[in-house]
């Protein structure tokens, strides 16, 4: 079975200032890799995805992630971050089945 | 399209009483979820259609918990008897294919 791992429960960063997000996956087969934020009371809103093909994959906000198949991971980057990035976000990953497995999440916060 | 739609956004009820939600996905979409979050935790499958069909139902749905799609449209979630364990975030999603799926705002629960 499938699980992901979000490695930091909290990031705290000051504003302007890069930030990483840590996902590992574990998986025996070719996965699709997703990541969404979630604003407090609202649903998940997606960030980004892999799918196949390039491993740099670029979404909104300026957020980009990496997919890296021999350390199982998908790390989430902005080089400079605003307070309104502050969110929760969360590391999800789908192979055969239909359902989407999704870490604890990580919670940023952006401070001036 | 406003994109996936849920109702109520919250919902208090008392301890034994049935509450039931519903979601009306994206238009076009065939494929529709639905997730269960809890506070501090990342979402966590409950149910699939496609189309009509239940394909796919999480161990977490109980037989207190039924899901329906009947027209291959709107879906709802009704749990019946409820107790405080099933205070969580109730999420929508839909999808067309397996690249991503759309999220609503979701329905709190409160069982009181």
């Known amino acids: 079975a499938q699980s992901v791992t979000q490695l930091d429960s909290q990031v705290p960063v000051f504003e302007e200032a890069p930030v990483e997000l840590r996902c590992n996956y574990s998986?025996?087969?070719?996965?699709?890799l997703f990541w969404y934020v979630q604003y407090p009371n609202q649903g998940l809103q997606l960030l980004l995805k892999?799918?196949?093909?390039?491993?740099l994959v670029k979404g909104i906000n300026g957020f980009e992630a990496e997919f890296n198949k021999s350390q199982t991971s998908f790390h989430l980057r902005k080089p400079s971050v605003h307070i309104s990035d502050t969110a929760e976000y969360f590391c999800?990953?789908?192979?055969?089945?239909?359902?989407?497995?999704f870490g604890k999440g990580t919670s940023l916060l952006v401070t001036p | 399209d406003t994109g996936v739609s849920q109702d109520p956004r919250h919902k208090i009820t008392k301890r034994g009483q049935n509450v039931t939600f519903r979601c009306d996905p994206i238009?076009?979409?065939?494929?529709l979820y639905w997730y269960r979050q809890t506070l501090g935790q990342g979402p966590e499958f409950l149910t699939y259609?496609?189309?009509?069909?239940?394909?796919?139902k999480s161990r977490l749905l109980s037989d207190r918990f039924s899901a329906e799609r009947p027209k291959g449209s709107f879906s709802t979630l009704e749990i019946q008897r409820t107790e405080q364990g099933d205070s969580a975030m109730y999420l929508c999603?839909?999808?067309?294919?397996?690249?991503?799926?759309?999220f609503g705002q979701g329905t709190r629960l409160t069982v009181v």
């Open positions: 259609f496609q189309n009509e069909a239940q394909l796919e």
């Open positions: 999603a839909s999808s067309n294919r397996d690249s991503e799926a759309f």
């Open positions: 999800a990953v789908k192979n055969s089945g239909y359902a989407l497995n």
């Open positions: 998986s025996s087969v070719s996965v699709y």
């Open positions: 238009s076009e979409h065939n494929r």
């Open positions: 892999y799918l196949s093909g390039s491993t």
